[in-house]
């Protein structure tokens, strides 16, 4: 699978951004997809991750009813949606995919295999 992420950017304080990330590769449907950050002097966390049936979905308690992430399988993209951003926001924002049954959804790190090149978020104050 290879992951395209795209869409990050400068917005102030409380603005919005949306984040993409085209897949190609493998059968789209049968991934489960995730987001991750890296803020400047920190380890790289979760943020959010989507099963292969869209009502699954897991946040961060940071991010929760600012976030949202979806996926459109026929576009073979996965989207976060990222509104009343905050400067503690700003990171390095990383898009990744396992193929999963349709029970699991990864949520860490270690369980995804593959990755995006990541996209810059900066919030200003």
């Known amino acids: 699978v290879q992951l395209q992420a795209s869409g990050g950017g400068l917005v102030q304080a409380g603005g919005s951004l949306r984040l993409s990330c085209a897949a190609s590769g493998r059968q789209f449907s049968r991934l489960s997809l995730g987001w991750f950050r890296r803020a400047p002097g920190k380890e790289r966390e979760f943020v959010t991750a989507i099963g292969r049936s869209s009502s699954s979905t897991y946040y961060t308690d940071s991010v929760k009813g600012r976030f949202t992430i979806s996926r459109d399988n026929d576009k073979k993209t996965v989207y976060l949606k990222m509104d009343s951003l905050k400067p503690e926001d700003t990171a390095v924002y990383y898009c990744?995919?396992?193929?999963?049954?349709?029970?699991?959804?990864?949520?860490?790190?270690?369980?995804?295999?593959?990755w995006g090149q990541g996209t810059q978020v900066t919030v200003s104050s």
């Open positions: 990744a995919a396992r193929e999963t049954i349709m029970t699991y959804t990864p949520t860490t790190e270690d369980d995804y295999y593959h």
